[in-house]
């Protein structure tokens, strides 16, 4: 059975820092290219940021580039976001996603506040 679960986000001043971990369980975690996304209250799910399964070539949205760091650890099956800089924008709940081929994952989703 396939586990996705996201974990590290809470509550933080603007100006502040978060790391967000995705913890995968139950598949081939390196054959799997690995994305983050987000969806704030009354807005669509966005693509935050992505890895790839091989080589670790990374991409971000515009709103997010120079502030967050994507990366992954395949000997500890899991994936990060580390969130610098954060602004209240960036308050939402994030998603780990997981891709191989024509399967895909989604996990439960982690709140993210940004807030003085």
């Known amino acids: 059975q396939v586990h996705v679960v996201e974990s590290g986000g809470g509550l933080v001043q603007p100006g502040g820092s978060l790391r967000l971990s995705c913890t995968v369980s139950?598949?081939?975690?390196?054959?799997?290219?690995m994305r983050w996304y987000r969806q704030a209250p009354g807005n669509e799910r966005e693509l935050v940021a992505a890895?790839?399964?091989?080589?670790?070539?990374?991409n971000y949205a515009d709103s997010v580039k120079g502030r967050f760091t994507i990366s992954r650890d395949n000997a500890k099956n899991t994936m990060y976001l580390q969130m610098d800089s954060l602004k209240p924008e960036d308050t939402a709940v994030y998603y780990c996603?997981?891709?191989?081929?024509?399967?895909?994952?989604w996990g439960q989703g982690t709140q993210v506040a940004v807030s003085s």
């Open positions: 890895i790839a399964s091989v080589g670790g070539s990374t």
């Open positions: 996603y997981a891709k191989s081929n024509n399967v895909a994952y």
């Open positions: 139950g598949l081939p975690f390196s054959n799997y290219a």
